[in-house]
């Protein structure tokens, strides 16, 4: 294991242990080769009081990925019955349903940086629907999409204030928001 990934490990114990952020990422800042990276690492774990709000919302969240992964396994198995090449079934069952079960994973561990992914995906799903679906089921799916980028939006907000869209928040003084 390198200096800098067993730095990363120790500094992501100490974070999950209770320790305070900021002291964590000076004491380890010298250690890694980007401190982006070591920033990253601790701003990904949840305090350890997590708002009440804050977990409502993740099980909403954890509830509508479960049940859209779910939906997506029904639609995948329809896709059988229609003769789909076994090539672009293998790459439909891979982006259809392992995509939705690392997101799910991610909601499960707190990981900080999947809840800006969520809406980002959504996006992509949203914009699918729209080229590929009949505009009566768009428009479900868009709703659907919807809900769930407004809720792993929320839960960044509320659990995870110091991440932004691409990475850790600055503070105006050029340090990292931990």
């Given at each position: ?9 120790q500094a ?9 952020r900021q ?33 409502i919302?993740?099980i ?35 982006l259809?349903?392992?995509?939705p079960?690392v ?29 590929k ?26 659990v ?17 928001h931990?």
């Amino acid at each position: 294991m390198s200096a800098t990934s067993q730095a990363l490990k120790q500094a992501r114990e100490e974070v999950r242990a209770g320790g305070d952020r900021q002291a964590i990422y000076l004491k380890y800042r010298d250690q890694v080769s980007k401190p982006l990276k070591l920033a990253t690492v601790i701003a990904n774990i949840p305090p350890p009081s997590i708002p009440a709000s804050g977990r409502i919302l993740n099980i909403a969240l954890l509830v509508l990925l479960v049940l859209g992964a779910i939906l997506k396994m029904f639609g995948i198995v329809a896709l059988l019955g229609e003769g789909v090449p076994p090539t672009a079934m293998f790459m439909i069952v891979l982006l259809g349903l392992i995509i939705p079960v690392v997101l799910i994973i991610g909601v499960i561990k707190w990981e900080g940086q999947i809840y800006a992914l969520i809406p980002i995906l959504c996006g992509l799903g949203i914009l699918r629907a729209w080229m590929k679906s009949p505009p009566l089921e768009a428009a479900f799916d868009t709703a659907f999409l919807i809900v769930i980028a407004v809720l792993a939006f929320a839960v960044k907000r509320v659990v995870f204030p110091q991440l932004g869209w691409f990475g850790v928040r600055k503070n105006p003084a050029g340090g990292y928001h931990l």
